[in-house]
């Protein structure tokens, strides 16, 4: 490490410790605040020495858990560590990890799931208490003590604002040409505000640094270790089948003169159902596309190579391992294309509504009146969050969710009489997309909105159930939205008891 | 009428005709876009004669249906007599009114509830088709042929650029000193849009007046009807405990530097429980409020009266006779403190997470969880709609619901196991209020929410069967929001069936 100096600044030299030390500053009880959003620019090493601390505390019989706060999910050297030897009473605002995600479903950790865009607000507002320690990743410290951060930037900022005490991770995996590519503005913590003064994806409206108070930083780390990096999905049939019916979509919005041949600024979530999206986008006849969403993934930095995209926006990267290692290769090529923001302004309602996106979200399934469920498995289990989806979806130009109609080998129908939860409220699901096809629900009443759903969106093997269902509502309760409410969740029953929700 | 002369524009006034006269410039089909929002500035006369041209039609055998746009709900000689004669196809965006209400829950009106904010943005999408005719009630027109609108701004320009033709009705009743209380602002067609340049409430950022291509006038009626004007609805013990428990909050927040002695800008619903928070603020030790919402109610004009408020921005009014007679009458003294927004501005995400909003709506009913049914009874039956609260809700510094913990004489319980449909998502409902208590869930995991929803807000009577719900969810279900499906809607189809969600 001792070729590739990243900490530049004297003063802050003289704290570079191990993580066994960092980790000596954080006490029972504590609120820590981290990087990290989507398994990149999280810290690495401290959190495995605080682990080891908590466990050996645990086998000492005394009580050792911490409250963690970070951008969005992170990785297996933080939240994993630490959800393996039970050390987190608290967990917000979004996690991927198996192991906490047990946790959490086991009832040993405490799951606030939110709105990115809302982490910061609720902070402030006093709700998550007063942070102690904040552990940031960084990918260099400079002269002045300004700092550089990594691939996140999360809620980076406001954590070193008010961390009590600040321990550093600099991370020399991650490349000190990320500096440059941040956009570190932020929100006021009084009411009024100021306007966010963004109006194009590709808007600078703050610095590239971030700063913090000296005598906070209690210790330096140095790391040389990657981000988590999901592995690449290959879009499979299915998924090729919902990007075809969105590129349909795309071009006959064009067509009308409701869109503009560069589409308007995209957000796109992960999965092997958003890299078929955007391999189709790749292969389109669109031009200069944008993206002002919250994770950069490897189909966007393949359209940044080619130009087919001239900017994207976000908080954070979320790339393959190939890929990671093929962007820290030849950042060069991509830093003027990319703004990494605080998650607070890149899922900014204000901003989202100004530009108008084009939101496409995952949904577990969604319901025949177009309810849908992001977040938790037949109810009860939550698989990860709801994350940033609720920002733009409901700030939208076009707010579109996309499914396969089945999961499970054909036991799970992804559409179903009614959703035993609600992340995304019918007025802000306007297109449903499943390998059958698209329903367009923008004006459209309840009982239109469940013909176009069950005809357009549903598996041929479920079809003639939901169509039953939704006569026997029509028939008991011939309303609004006819629903006969003993037989609402009745598929999930089903699945629960049986394995699946086909009928014998 | 003539010592009161309202057109100035002498084209125009060679426009003016009976209501017959200007009813027969619509046809069947045709989509209407009229003024009016929570039943006031709605045109009180064409829509009769055209009600009476769709009866004769009727009894033809003829066809005669219109598609309805308006600002929010509108009054009895609107939305009654168009759904008395069964003559509205589809109704957007919110209604009131208890025969169109049936209409809707009869299949015979294609309802389509929705995000008041969201209106303009989704017509201009092209979703709700092209606009034929806009009748938009007037205080006057203007010797330059612009127009000043009366009671209720709502979507009134987008309706007058949009229409191809236009039906102007001048209204005696509304004072014609209601000319400069408007502020109309467009947001911009196409994106990006324009920054709203609202930073407080005061705000002024447009003219006051509205325009028209005066080639699309077609017909201009005089009357002199007054607003709709709901009875005021006095507070009872419930509603001042709720707002009892309210005070406490918001003495609290001040307490802790998280709120300002005026508090922040007020959004509140109307009805016997906003009236009972109304009376408790101007009773309290709270100065210089404000409001930015919706609708300016009672409670709010005494407030501002008194110089308790200093000013309100909202859309439109929503007053007793009382006391819109009283306004009428001393109109002079609010000019300066009441500002009407076009209702895409009144509403607008935007503005409403920059001035940080205390949100103050009712709720039918929440669950143990937090998740607020707004609009369905019993799941399927609308009621009226979302309305504007989830345009405040989502976006506000703090979102609370309030209700009385019964309804039905005890026969319904305000909490529930699972709500049958769900408007707003717990991430959404941060406090809820009801005459036992006040449940602040900022921060909490699911599972606290439901010991502090049941403990607080629950009445005794049915506090013990939600906790035994929430115990046998635990049981059955121990995941991060333990449900037990095969129970979860049994409270609501045990009221369908008889009568009451107790046990026998």
């Given at each position: 490490?001792?070729?590739?100096?990243?900490?530049?600044?004297?003063?802050?030299?003289?704290?570079?410790?191990?993580?066994?030390e960092?980790?000596?500053?954080?006490?029972?009880?504590?609120i820590i605040?981290?990087?990290?959003f989507t398994?990149?620019?999280?810290?690495?090493?401290?959190?495995g020495?605080?682990?080891?601390?908590?466990?050996?505390?645990?086998?000492?019989?005394?009580?050792?858990?911490?409250?963690?706060?970070?951008?969005a999910?992170?990785?297996?050297?933080?939240?994993?560590?630490?959800?393996?030897?039970?050390?987190?009473?608290?967990?917000?605002?979004?996690?991927?990890?198996?192991?906490?995600?047990?946790?959490i479903?086991?009832g040993?950790?405490?799951?606030?799931?939110?709105?990115?865009?809302?982490?910061?607000?609720?902070?402030?507002?006093?709700?998550?208490?007063?942070?102690?320690?904040?552990?940031?990743?960084?990918?260099?410290?400079?002269?002045?003590?300004?700092?550089?951060?990594?691939?996140?930037?999360?809620?980076?900022?406001?954590?070193?604002?008010?961390?009590?005490?600040?321990?550093?991770?600099?991370?020399?995996w991650?490349?000190?040409?990320?500096?440059?590519?941040?956009?570190?503005?932020?929100?006021?913590?009084?009411?009024?505000?100021?306007?966010?003064?963004?109006?194009?994806?590709?808007?600078?409206?703050?610095?590239?640094?971030?700063?913090?108070?000296?005598?906070?930083?209690?210790?330096?780390?140095?790391?040389?270790a990657?981000?988590?990096?999901?592995?690449?999905s290959?879009?499979?049939?299915?998924?090729?089948?919902?990007?075809?019916?969105?590129?349909?979509?795309?071009?006959?919005?064009?067509?009308?003169?409701?869109?503009?041949?560069q589409?308007?600024p995209?957000?796109?979530?992960?999965?092997?159902?958003?890299?078929?999206?955007?391999?189709?986008?790749?292969?389109?006849?669109?031009?200069?596309?944008?993206?002002?969403?919250?994770?950069i993934?490897?189909?966007?930095?393949?359209?940044?190579?080619?130009?087919?995209?001239?900017i994207?926006?976000?908080?954070?990267?979320?790339?393959?391992?190939?890929?990671?290692?093929?962007?820290?290769?030849n950042i060069?090529?991509?830093?003027?294309?990319?703004?990494?923001?605080p998650q607070?302004?890149?899922?900014?309602?204000?901003?989202?509504?100004?530009?108008?996106?084009i939101?496409?979200?995952?949904?577990i399934?969604?319901?025949?009146?177009g309810?849908?469920?992001?977040?938790?498995?037949?109810?009860?289990?939550m698989?990860?969050?709801i994350?940033?989806?609720?920002?733009?979806?409901?700030?939208?130009?076009?707010?579109i969710?996309?499914?396969?109609?089945?999961a499970?080998?054909?036991?799970?129908?992804?559409?179903?009489?009614?959703?035993?939860?609600v992340?995304?409220?019918?007025?802000?699901?306007?297109?449903?997309?499943?390998e059958?096809?698209?329903?367009?629900l923008?004006?459209?009443?309840?009982?239109?909105?469940?013909?176009?759903?069950?005809?357009?969106?549903?598996?041929?093997?479920?079809?003639?159930?939901?169509?039953?269902y939704y006569?026997?509502?029509?028939?008991?309760?011939?309303?609004?939205?006819?629903?006969?409410?003993?037989?609402?969740?009745?598929?999930h029953?089903?699945f629960?008891?049986?394995?699946?929700?086909?009928p014998?």
């Open positions: 490490m001792s070729n590739d100096k990243r900490i530049h600044h004297l003063g802050l030299q003289r704290k570079v410790c191990s993580a066994e960092a980790a000596q500053w954080i006490n029972p009880g504590d605040g981290t990087s990290g398994g990149s620019g999280y810290p690495k090493i401290v959190p020495a605080l682990a080891a601390r908590i466990k050996q505390a645990h086998e000492q019989g005394k009580e050792f858990k911490i409250k963690l706060l970070t951008g999910s992170t990785g297996p050297e933080l939240d994993g560590v630490l959800a393996e030897v039970n050390g987190v009473s608290y967990r917000t605002p979004f996690n991927t990890d198996p192991k906490m995600r047990k946790r479903n086991d040993d950790t405490n799951y606030l799931d939110m709105h990115l865009s809302y982490v910061a607000p609720l902070y402030r507002s006093g709700a998550l208490g007063d942070m102690d320690v904040a552990i940031i990743e960084l990918s260099s410290i400079r002269a002045d003590g300004t700092l550089v951060a990594s691939t996140a930037v999360g809620n980076n900022q406001l954590w070193l604002n008010s961390a009590k005490k600040v321990i550093l991770e600099v991370n020399h991650q490349r000190a040409e990320l500096e440059g590519m941040h956009d570190i503005w932020e929100v006021s913590p009084t009411f009024p505000q100021k306007i966010v003064p963004i109006v194009n994806p590709h808007d600078r409206i703050g610095n590239p640094y971030m700063t913090v108070d000296l005598d906070k930083v209690v210790a330096i780390v140095e790391t040389n990657p981000d988590r990096n999901a592995p690449f290959p879009s499979d049939g299915n998924a090729r089948a919902i990007a075809g019916h969105l590129m349909e979509f795309f071009n006959y919005e064009i067509k009308k003169g409701k869109m503009p041949q589409l308007l995209l957000q796109s979530g992960i999965g092997n159902v958003a890299n078929a999206v955007m391999e189709a986008l790749s292969q389109g006849h669109f031009e200069n596309l944008s993206a002002y969403t919250e994770v993934q490897d189909g966007m930095l393949s359209m940044l190579e080619t130009g087919k995209m001239r994207a926006s976000a908080t954070s990267f979320s790339l393959s391992p190939e890929k990671a290692q093929y962007f820290n290769d060069q090529k991509f830093r003027q294309k990319i703004i990494l923001r607070e302004i890149s899922n900014h309602p204000e901003v989202i509504r100004r530009i108008g996106c939101a496409m979200n995952g949904a399934e969604a319901d025949i009146f309810n849908v469920n992001s977040t938790h498995i037949m109810g009860s289990r698989m990860n969050g994350g940033g989806s609720g920002d733009f979806t409901r700030n939208a130009y076009v707010s969710f996309m499914t396969p109609s089945l499970k080998d054909g036991n799970i129908s992804s559409i179903v009489p009614m959703v035993p939860r992340d995304h409220i019918s007025q802000d699901v306007q297109v449903i997309v499943t059958q096809g698209l329903a367009d923008r004006g459209l009443s309840p009982r239109c909105r469940a013909k176009v759903i069950i005809e357009n969106c549903a598996h041929p093997t479920y079809k003639p159930l939901l169509t039953e006569k026997l509502g029509l028939k008991n309760t011939p309303m609004q939205t006819p629903h006969f409410l003993r037989e609402a969740l009745s598929w029953e089903k629960v008891s049986t394995g699946t929700m086909l014998k």
